[in-house]
């Protein structure tokens, strides 16, 4: 018996007879932040997207059941996931580079049962599951990354199934992870072509990895809230603190230190700062954020 448990899904898979469709659903959390589900716009070069799965489906857990011993019979009704199978695929101008389980489900689940392979460029599949550990709710799978070679392409969760706790198979719905847009950078209306119109884009001259983090609620998005000398979406003393600091070399120039767009990282940055304290909106402008559009 502790051997079978040891064998990958696709193995016990052939086992098991097939069920309905499962409730369970595949996503992309753009940003890493699992509500906030959807395709990411994968930009040139190399891209990582955030693998979740939500076992409920967007419902609420199912809580009738020992996770323990969910997969060792009938358990619950319906929410408890006991295994994975699904194979990536990558189109057009983009190619699979690999795939990092997650750290945590890793120590839940355990490494053995946990297998995953490059089929080739375009392809990956990975497997997981353990029938003495249910999974329950939203769990991050891993990080799959692509490189983007061109202008066109997508990457999907291309077929997948699941193994619930009446120990059945049930197949997964595809679902599109990641494209690439039909998009020139400076194209009035997607300036930095992430996908986020430029009305209601917080940086809209930069592709930044969660469009709605704003920490100081200025309307200027984190990643190109110039000044930000110590990286916390805010514009504050610190900055200037953190500034002078970076000038005597006290510590490393933040990417955005300039805060007058000259591309440096001086004293005129301190007075650009200090300046967008004390104003009512965000007067700080560098490469990330030139101008408001």
Known sequence: ???????????????????????????NAIGDNPSNRGPSALAPGANDLHVYIDTANGGAPDPGADPAAAC??????????????????????????????????IAEVGPDYCVGFLADATHYRHNCGNPFAGENGVVKLGTLQVQVNGATGVV???????????????????AVLGQVLSCTPGTPGDLDCDGN??????????????????ANMNGRGDDCECGDQNGDGLINVNDILGINNAIFEQEPVGVLCDANNDGLCNVQDILAVNADIFSEGATSFCARHPSDP
């Open 72 to 105: 060792s019979g009938p358990g619950s009704d319906g929410t408890y996931t006991c295994a994975t199978d699904f194979q990536y695929e990558s189109t057009g101008d983009v190619e699979i580079l690999g795939f990092t389980a997650d750290a945590g489900r």
């Open 197 to 214: 119109p430029d009305g209601t884009d917080l940086c809209p001259h930069f592709p930044e990895a969660d469009p709605a983090a704003d």
């Open 1 to 27: 018996m502790r051997n079978l448990a040891r064998i990958p899904l696709i193995a016990i898979s052939a086992l098991l007879a097939a069920g309905p469709a499962g409730a369970l659903e595949i996503f």
């Open 156 to 174: 999907q969760m291309l077929s997948g199934q699941e193994v619930p706790t009446t120990l059945t198979t049930a197949p997964v719905s595809a």
